[in-house]
């Protein structure tokens, strides 16, 4: 399997291609946006060796971020890749998870944050970043600090989710609608929606 990491558009659908790892269909994303094109990630995710080596060549980027004293992950989809960022970068690794009644995330598990610490935000794929700016109220309100973002799959066309900066293994832009501005071919097509977090 491919490892080394695309350095185009291009490249990265060949990539993700390769690994099964590209859906086309209707789908309503977590940003509730309207997408022709869905990145699979656990098509990756289920390769940690792979994975392990296309993280391990962002270690200049992420060492660039400075100290990082903790990975957080919103569950599920980043909780794998969190992990593996935690042993590319040494640092303590916990995940929130979404509370089924309020629909925020949240820290369970005994896991907290603590004042002064400096944290990477870590996904598997974002396009909007909002669930990973949701992520930074309580790390705040805590005292922890956001060093930065790392993503595997970046579809936001940005290199920053709010006013931090984002190191990728790669990235890929796929056309996104609003509800209101699907276009007739997409809405052809019945929506479906993936992942865990209510729209």
Do not use: W
């Amino acid at each position: 399997m491919q490892t080394k990491l695309p350095k185009s558009s291009e490249e990265t659908i060949e990539l993700l291609k390769g690994y099964g790892a590209v859906e086309e269909g209707h789908f309503i994303l977590a940003s509730g946006k309207h997408s022709q094109y869905y990145v699979k990630k656990g098509k990756l995710v289920q390769h940690p060796f792979e994975l392990q080596q296309m993280i391990e060549q962002c270690a200049p980027e992420l060492e660039a971020l400075g100290e990082i004293d903790v990975v957080l992950s919103p569950a599920m989809g980043g909780v794998p890749v969190g992990q593996q960022v935690g042993l590319a970068t040494h640092a303590r690794t916990i995940y929130a998870e979404r509370n089924p009644d309020s629909n925020e995330l949240e820290l369970k598990r005994g896991f907290e944050i603590n004042k002064g610490e400096r944290l990477l935000l870590v996904e598997d794929v974002i396009t909007t970043g909002g669930t990973l700016l949701e992520l930074t109220d309580f790390i705040e309100s805590q005292g922890g600090e956001v060093a930065g973002v790392f993503v595997v799959v970046n579809r936001s066309g940005k290199e920053t989710v709010g006013d931090y900066p984002v190191v990728s293994c790669m990235e890929v832009q796929f056309p996104v609608y609003e509800a209101d501005a699907v276009p007739d071919f997409l809405q052809a097509v019945p929506a479906v929606r993936p992942g865990t977090k209510k729209v």
